[in-house]
């Protein structure tokens, strides 16, 4: 099946600093990339969803200012965390949806966890 | 790694019940989800249970694990046109990478 992949895997950083989290479709084009956070303990939750080409679609109570988003092709999509602090660390998983004919499929990146000192 | 798999579709008749199953191969999976997807947007949590849990129900959902066969389901009570979507079952071992299934497409016939 199609491949998502998330860079890097793990990040540890000092408060103040900012954060850039790469997701990548390896195979397949995706017009549409989702960003979703997970904090310990708790289920994912959407943060925003990103379209190749336009502005970021944040959800309620996402600072869009604090997290960048930028879909800049069909295949790349980033998440920077502007000056983390430690309220920021959590796990942060993206996706990827690949359309095809009459179904949209979502694959999902291994995710990556972020943590701020 | 986990693998959590299930079947790609669904269809039922409006107000009949849907179930909707799902397997998972990590025994020690703690938290287990199920996520809606409708067209074009991000995954919505609709309910969720915990590894100590046989069944949980909300209002028209209901989710029923075994953990022997290692097996999770949820009901869906009532089916309307509006629950067409896809259904994600997730799991995961708590702080850590979150497995998704392939999901499946629900689709409610009037």
């Known amino acids: 099946g199609a491949v998502v992949s998330q860079h890097p895997s793990r990040v540890i950083c000092k408060s103040g600093t900012s954060v850039k989290i790469e997701c990548r479709s390896l195979d397949f084009q995706a017009t549409t990339m989702f960003w979703y956070r997970q904090f310990p303990k708790q289920s994912l939750m959407l943060m925003a969803t990103s379209n190749e080409g336009s502005k970021a679609t944040y959800e309620q109570g996402v600072e869009k200012d604090k997290f960048l988003i930028n879909h800049a092709s069909l295949t790349l999509s980033t998440l920077t965390v502007t000056s983390a602090h430690p309220e920021d660390s959590s796990f942060y998983i993206c996706?990827?949806?690949?359309?095809?004919?009459?179904?949209?499929?979502?694959?999902f990146g291994p995710g990556t966890r972020l943590t701020v000192l | 790694g986990e693998d959590v798999e299930q079947s790609l579709f669904l269809s039922v008749r409006e107000g009949d019940s849907s179930v909707i199953n799902c397997t998972y191969t990590d025994s020690s999976s703690t938290y287990l989800y199920w996520y809606k997807q409708e067209p074009g947007a991000g995954l919505q949590l609709l309910t969720y249970?915990?590894?100590?849990?046989d069944m949980k129900q909300d209002q028209r959902l209901t989710v029923l694990l075994n953990k022997k066969d290692k097996h999770l389901s949820l009901r869906i009570a009532d089916t309307q046109t509006g629950d067409s979507a896809i259904y994600f079952c997730a799991v995961s071992g708590g702080y850590q990478k979150v497995t998704f299934g392939t999901g499946t497409k629900l689709q409610v016939i009037p």
């Open positions: 996706s990827a949806l690949a359309s095809g004919g009459t179904t949209d499929t979502q694959y």
């Open positions: 249970i915990f590894s100590n849990m």
